[in-house]
C-alpha cells in the first residue's frame, strides 16, 4: 500500500538529500504532540480523513473555538485566509507501506525511522487530454477525494490519551466516533463540490514519479506559482530531468 506524507515545497530539497527526518512540526504542535516522528497516512482513506481533520483543527482555532498556546502558530493561523494560505504550496511524497514500521494507525500513522530519499515519490496529477500535469498538494488530495466514498473511510479518529485535544472525542464509543467523523468528512465533500468534481472523470490520473529525477529548482519554481487550483503545467512529467548537484 502507498503511504502518503504531506510536505512543504521549501523542504524539499532537505529531503532530497536527508531523507524524512523524524522531527516535531508545526503540524503536530497544532494538535499538542510534541513527538519526533516521521508522520504518514495510508492509503487515500488514511490521507483524506487526516486532511480534513486538520482542516478542522484549523478552523476551529482560527475562529476561536479551540485554544492554542503557540503564539507563533495562532498568529500565523489568524493572518491567514484558509488553511491553503497556511499550509502554502506543497507536494505528496510517497512510499511504500513495506519500507516502515507504522507505529500507529492508516490516518495518524508514525515512524521512528528516516525514510530514504531513494525509496520516496512525488504524487502527480496527470491532464491525460493534454499531459499537463501538477503536483499540488491540494490538487492531490481532491483527486482522492474524487476516487473515494466518504462512507468507506471509516475512522474512529485520534487515539493518542496524552493528547488533551482529543480527550472528549476518545470517550465515545468506537461506533460513534467513526459516526461523526463520517458526518464532518461528507461535510467537506459537499462545501468543496467544485474542487471535487474536477476529477470525477478519466481526463486525470494519478502517477508517482521518484523524488530523485524531479528537478528541484523546476518543481520549486513552478509549484510558488500556483493559485486557486490552477495548477497544471504545459510540460509532460516524463520530460523531467534530475538536476546537476
Known amino acids: 500500500m502507498k503511504c502518503f506524507r504531506s510536505t512543504s515545497i521549501y523542504t ?16 503536530s504542535r ?39 498556546s503557540d503564539n507563533e502558530l495562532y498568529s500565523k493561523i489568524m493572518n491567514s485566509k484558509n488553511i491553503r494560505e497556511y499550509l502554502g504550496e506543497g507536494v505528496y511524497l510517497t512510499f511504500d507501506s513495506e519500507n516502515v514500521v507504522n ?10 525511522e528516516t525514510i530514504n530519499p531513494d ?35 471509516k475512522y474512529s479518529g485520534i487515539k493518542w490519551p496524552n493528547i488533551k485535544l482529543y480527550e472528549k472525542h476518545n470517550q465515545k464509543s468506537e461506533e460513534e466516533k467513526i459516526r461523526i467523523n463520517q ?4 461535510q467537506y465533500y459537499e462545501e468543496n463540490q467544485e474542487l471535487i468534481n474536477k476529477f470525477r472523470n478519466n481526463q486525470y490520473s494519478l502517477e508517482y514519479v521518484p523524488l530523485r529525477k524531479l528537478c528541484l529548482s523546476r518543481i520549486k519554481e513552478e ?10 503545467k504545459q510540460k509532460r ?9
Open 30 to 68: 497544532l494538535i499538542g504532540d510534541d513527538r519526533k516522528k516521521v508522520f504518514f497516512s495510508e492509503g487515500f482513506n488514511g490521507a483524506i480523513a487526516l486532511f480534513i481533520d486538520f482542516n478542522i483543527v484549523y478552523n476551529k482555532i482560527k475562529n476561536n473555538q479551540m485554544p492554542l
Open 103 to 112: 507505529e500507529n494507525n492508516e490516518v495518524d500513522g508514525f515512524t521512528s
Open 12 to 27: 524539499i530539497k532537505k529531503v532530497y538529500t536527508e531523507g524524512i527526518v523524524p522531527s516535531c512540526g508545526r503540524n
Open 183 to 186: 458526518s464532518k468528512i461528507r
Open 119 to 153: 525509496l520516496l515519490e512525488v504524487a502527480v496529477i496527470v491532464n491525460n487530454n493534454d499531459g499537463t500535469f501538477s503536483y499540488s498538494r491540494f490538487d492531490v488530495i481532491h483527486f482522492m477525494m474524487a476516487q473515494t466514498n466518504y462512507n468507506d473511510i
Open 237 to 245: 512529467v516524463e520530460n523531467f530531468e534530475e538536476e546537476e548537484r
Open 223 to 232: 509549484t510558488s506559482k500556483i493559485k486557486n487550483c490552477e495548477s497544471f
